[in-house]
C-alpha cells in the first residue's frame, strides 16, 4: 500500500509564507515524477510545480519566483516552499508521485495523490 499524506498547510496573512511537506511511504521501489496541485473552490485543480527525479523543476507562471519546490530522494519526500503568498493562492494542495513500487516479487507502476492540505492566505 502506497500513501500520501501532506502536511504544513494553514492560514497566513498576504505576504507571508508557507512550506508544505509530503512524505511518501509503502513498498517503494522508486518515484520518478513528483509534484503539487492545487484546486481553489469553484475552480478545477491545476498544477503548480513539478520536478523529476533529475530533479529539473517546472512552474505554472503564476507562482515563478515565489514558490520553489525540491525533493529528498532519500526520504521519499518532496517539498513546497511558498513565498510572497497572495490570496488567490488559497486552495487545497495536493501532492502528487508517479512511482514504481513492490507488490510480492513483482513491480508495478501506478500514480498517487495525497488527501489534501488546505493553505489560506487571508487578512
Known amino acids: 500500500q502506497v500513501r500520501l499524506v501532506e502536511s504544513g498547510g494553514g492560514l497566513v496573512q498576504p505576504g507571508g509564507s508557507l512550506r508544505l511537506s509530503c512524505a511518501a511511504s509503502?513498498?517503494?521501489?522508486?518515484?520518478?515524477?513528483m509534484g503539487w496541485h492545487r484546486q481553489a473552490p469553484g475552480k478545477e485543480r491545476e498544477v503548480v510545480a513539478s520536478?523529476?527525479?533529475?530533479?529539473?523543476?517546472t512552474y505554472v507562471d503564476s507562482v515563478k519566483g515565489r514558490f520553489t519546490i525540491s525533493r529528498d530522494n532519500a526520504k521519499n519526500m518532496v517539498y513546497l516552499q511558498m513565498s510572497s503568498l497572495k490570496p488567490e493562492d488559497t486552495a487545497v494542495y495536493y501532492c502528487n508521485a508517479d512511482l514504481v513500487f513492490r507488490r510480492g516479487t513483482a513491480y508495478s507502476a501506478g500514480n498517487y495523490w495525497g488527501q489534501g492540505t488546505q493553505v489560506t492566505v487571508s487578512s
Open positions: 509503502g513498498s517503494i521501489f522508486a518515484i520518478n515524477a
Open positions: 520536478i523529476t527525479s533529475g530533479e529539473v523543476t
